[in-house]
């Protein structure tokens, strides 16, 4: 005897997760072979592609600096992790690595200042960026690795020194002295004060129409001098990955979260609706009128409610699920929490170097060039 289908709802139920005042239940997903006796839960390449969907919530393609929000439904955790990590560990980038200080009297010392400076991210032509070549590390047979040429490597400069202002003993000599700006020249060194070199080829590929390179934010303070100090350094930016250090990733956060689910199973009325909405952010929670089919759906007993206000869900996309509704005793019972497991929030935002909404797209690129990567040494073992 065939097995019955199984119900949308059915299905649906399935993929909450349950949240509960002190635990976390049904965690695991049941979509595998042989979960349900009787069913077929084999992976399947059409119906994943008629069950995948990705809906864009925040796109920050006018202002690539900002937050992109978007949601990837029907995926299990394992790639969605791995668009995470991907995001954060292997989209090259890149940052200044080697710094040759000439110069420098200020009070930080040159391990400080080299670290501070590799940290701000740089930006320019990313087409030509990802066009660079990875720089090789030293090894045996190359002890100083290899040499630096215009395909692996960008040059800036910092030369910086702080002097006394035009009139600044004057202003001393009257106690006028608030103003530190009218005392020094150069006395705050920002990243705006790196000038880009282009060696080669990088005249033309990070020319001013192009996009030089140059810091993300120009107002980055590197450091703090006084008249008599000076910097004086030359650095070596190349290309290289999140996974080598924290300096080439190029995102700020990349993460995400399950959708959240809230199904009031019983009315919650009068005040007990406005306390209700109070449990969760703004604009989580609704008051509606109760009408008289509300009544007769809810059951005997609340018809001398009708008219009265009743908490409704409006967007379950903004909570937080911070469980704080179970907390009090007369939402017991008429309140349910879940996510949704197969529902990913991503939230991505870049440090400039590439446009968020490029980033994960460029992330993509990444998973399938691997799996390309699997299928042809799979290929090679089958022979």
């Known amino acids: ?115 501070r400076l590799g940290l701000i991210p740089l930006t320019g032509n990313y087409a030509a960026i990802m066009a660079m070549d990875f720089k090789r590390p030293p090894t045996d047979a190359e002890p100083e690795g290899q040499k630096p040429t215009d395909q692996n490597t960008i040059l800036l400069n910092l030369k910086i020194a702080c002097e006394w202002a035009e009139g600044a003993k004057k202003l001393l000599e009257k106690h006028q002295a608030d103003d530190i700006d009218k005392l020094y020249v150069n006395h705050n060194v920002y990243a705006n004060d790196i000038i880009f070199t282009p060696i080669g080829r990088q005249i033309n590929e990070f020319s001013e129409e192009k996009g030089p390179i140059r810091p993300v ?83 005997d007993g609340y018809e001398e409610h009708v008219g009265e206000k009743k908490a409704v869900v409006k967007n379950a996309f903004n909570d937080t699920v911070s469980r704080e509704c179970l907390r009090h005793p007369e939402f017991q019972d008429k309140v349910k929490l879940g996510r949704v497991r197969d529902h990913f929030i991503f939230s991505v935002e870049t440090t400039g170097q590439y446009p968020s909404d490029e980033l994960f797209i460029m992330s993509v690129r990444a998973l399938a060039a691997k799996t390309n990567k699997i299928r042809r040494h799979l290929a090679n073992v089958l022979r």
Not at 12 to 27: A, C, L, P, S
Not at 88 to 113: C, G, R, Y
Not at 272 to 290: M, N, S, Y
């Open 217 to 299: 934010s120009p107002e980055i303070l590197i450091a703090k001098m006084r008249p008599g100090q000076e910097i004086n350094l030359e650095m070596h930016a190349r290309k290289g990955r999140g996974g080598d250090h924290a300096k080439f990733s190029p995102v700020a956060t990349a993460s995400y979260r399950l959708m959240p689910t809230i199904d009031i199973v019983k009315p919650i009325l009068g005040d007990d609706a406005r306390k209700f909405a109070r449990c969760f952010p703004k604009h989580v929670i609704g008051l509606e009128q109760f009408t008289e089919d509300d009544a007769a759906k809810a059951g």
């Open 1 to 115: 005897m065939a097995p019955e289908p199984v119900s949308a709802e059915e299905l649906y139920r399935r993929k909450i997760v349950g949240v509960n005042d002190r635990t976390v239940t049904h965690v695991s997903s049941t979509n595998f072979p042989g979960h349900y006796p009787g069913e077929n839960h084999a992976w399947d390449l059409e119906e994943f592609r008629n069950s995948f969907q990705v809906q864009f919530h925040k796109s920050a393609a006018t202002k690539p600096h900002e937050l992109t929000t978007f949601s990837l439904i029907g995926i299990d955790a394992s790639i969605a992790n791995a668009f995470r990590r991907i995001l954060l560990a292997e989209i090259p980038t890149i940052a200044i690595e080697d710094v040759f200080v000439h110069n420098n009297t200020s009070i930080i010392q040159d391990e400080v200042l080299a670290h």
